[in-house]
């Protein structure tokens, strides 16, 4: 059974920074694609980050230069690490992992939550201004 828990959400003030982590199970994770998304109601989910197995990482324009994604294979676990929190960052971050064929390189399906299999509970996130 796949499991995927997001952890180190929280209340912050605008400015801080938090790292999120995920760590996954029942999966071989170092061959798996890792992502963070997010969502506030009545909004779509976002993507954030992803990182493919290859450690290649990709993060949208909205958290480029701020965010930053990692992964620990020997741990099966991924992180998001969040500097410079605005108030704007406030939503539930979702974990995900998809097993993404070597021949579908790039950021196009890395950054769509159709390409992902599994998904974690989330973890909520609020920055206050």
């Known amino acids: 059974q796949v499991q995927l828990v997001e952890s180190g959400g929280g209340l912050v003030h605008a400015g801080d920074s938090l790292t999120l982590s995920c760590a996954t199970s029942g999966l071989s994770f170092r061959t798996y694609d890792m992502a963070w998304f997010r969502q506030t109601p009545g909004k779509e989910r976002e993507f954030v980050a992803a990182?493919?197995?290859?450690?290649?990482?990709y993060h949208a324009d909205s958290v480029k230069g701020r965010f930053t994604i990692s992964r620990d294979n020997a741990k099966n676990t991924v992180y998001l690490e969040m500097n410079s929190l605005k108030p704007e960052d406030t939503a539930e971050y979702y974990c995900a992992a998809a097993d993404i064929p070597p021949t579908m390189g790039g950021s196009y399906y890395r950054t769509r939550g159709g390409t992902y299999e599994y998904w974690g509970q989330g973890t909520q996130v609020t920055v206050s201004s």
């Open positions: 990182i493919s197995w290859g450690d290649a990482t």
